[in-house]
């Protein structure tokens, strides 16, 4: 839902939707697209929060990963073992619900290389990202020991980057490519925002915030400001059977309201503001807009899910893009002479429960 898809002069043509697989990156070309722009009830038009951005010199970064994205991801035609890099806001599972997901798709799929996830510390270990990523994998034991022997399982380890969820920092720093970590104000310690600067573009996404002084500090002229924009309280009343008062306590308590997002793009002028966070209804967006209004008059985006943006030259474009949604895993020639762990086969009174059929030969392959 766009109201200005085009930012600046164009210096190459767009066709009119972002067919994934057909498009190459200039090697100073940002492309970012929206795997999940809802909330913490994903839908079939909607998934929760995930931003991926493909940077023109092959690096490839995912700003959370929330419950319902990975469907999204999948119609990108990216492989897998090239999509390793996970920037996790905090852990509400609207913005994390799919890492066990990407972590497990991998195997079998072409990644033989762990992922990496960063993410926040918070006020005690046992709440931090470090070990919300050990619980998952414990999660997952029968899960991983299961493959073992039939599919690659390199690609299962997970190397977490935990920060300090309090400071404003550089938490990579690669190749140009530089993410910089600062507070976000939302319903517990341990949550953040994230900027990314590279090629002389930038863009942060809040992740979940009330509107506050670190966006406005770090936000200054960024070129792209993706910031969670929630419904108003009247909407979430009205609409999920939410009392009031609670809606007010979710909508204005730990989040922030198009107003406030409006003010907010007022105080960093950002290139193209864009919000996201937001049930995208045929009757939501008439009066999320006239909320936004209050504050904000400018040119604005209120992204959906497989909104692209294209970043060169100054110029941004925003497209949707138009995806096979029986799309198929793109798998590396390589990954498939990967050595294989050993299997833990079967006991033997289930191996003999199987029923042969002529022309299958049920024996694993060795690699
Ligand atoms: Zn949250
Ligand atoms: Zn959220």
Do not use: C
């Amino acid at each position: 839902m766009t109201e200005t898809p085009v930012i600046g002069n164009l210096t190459k043509q767009f066709d009119q939707y972002y067919i994934p697989g057909t498009e190459e990156l200039d090697e100073d070309e940002m492309r970012l697209t929206f795997l999940g722009t809802g909330m913490q009830f994903p839908r079939k038009s909607q998934a929760a929060s995930s931003v991926f951005v493909e940077l023109g010199n092959g690096d490839k970064l995912m700003f959370d990963i929330g419950s319902g994205s990975i469907a999204n991801f999948n119609t990108l035609q990216i492989p897998l073992g090239n999509a390793t890099k996970v920037f996790i806001s905090h852990l509400h599972t609207d913005h994390q619900g799919d890492l066990d997901m990407l972590w497990a798709e991998g195997l079998p799929f072409g990644r033989v290389t762990p992922l990496e996830v960063y993410g926040p510390s918070a006020d005690y270990a046992a709440l931090g990202t470090k070990k919300y990523v050990e619980n998952m994998l414990d999660s997952q034991a029968w899960d991983l020991e299961s493959r073992k022997g039939k599919v690659p399982t390199s690609g299962a380890e997970i190397l977490v980057h935990e920060f300090d969820y309090n400071k404003t920092q550089v938490v990579y720093d690669k190749d140009g490519v530089k993410v910089t970590s600062f507070p976000a104000v939302h319903a517990m310690a341990g949550a953040v925002s994230y900027r990314l600067d590279w090629n002389n573009m930038s863009l942060i996404y809040s992740g979940d915030t009330k509107p506050n002084q670190f966006m406005v500090d770090n936000g200054q002229g960024v070129d792209v400001l993706i910031h969670e924009t929630f419904l108003t309280p009247e909407i979430m009343a009205n609409k999920t059977g939410m009392s009031l008062p609670v809606a007010e306590n979710v909508v204005y308590g730990v989040h922030t309201p198009p107003r406030s997002a409006g003010m907010i793009f007022n105080l960093t002028e950002p290139k193209l503001p864009v919000m996201y966070h937001a049930f995208v209804n045929d009757d939501t967006v008439g009066p999320i807009f006239d909320d936004l209004r209050v504050n904000y008059q400018g040119p604005v985006v209120l992204a959906q899910d497989l909104t692209t943006f294209n970043m060169k030259d100054g110029y941004i474009i925003v497209r949707q893009a138009q995806v096979d949604n029986a799309a198929w895993p793109v798998v590396p020639e390589s990954s498939a002479h990967t050595e294989l762990s050993p299997s833990h086969g079967l006991p033997s009174y289930l191996e003999d429960a199987e029923v042969p059929v002529p022309g299958v030969n049920t024996e694993l392959h060795k690699q």
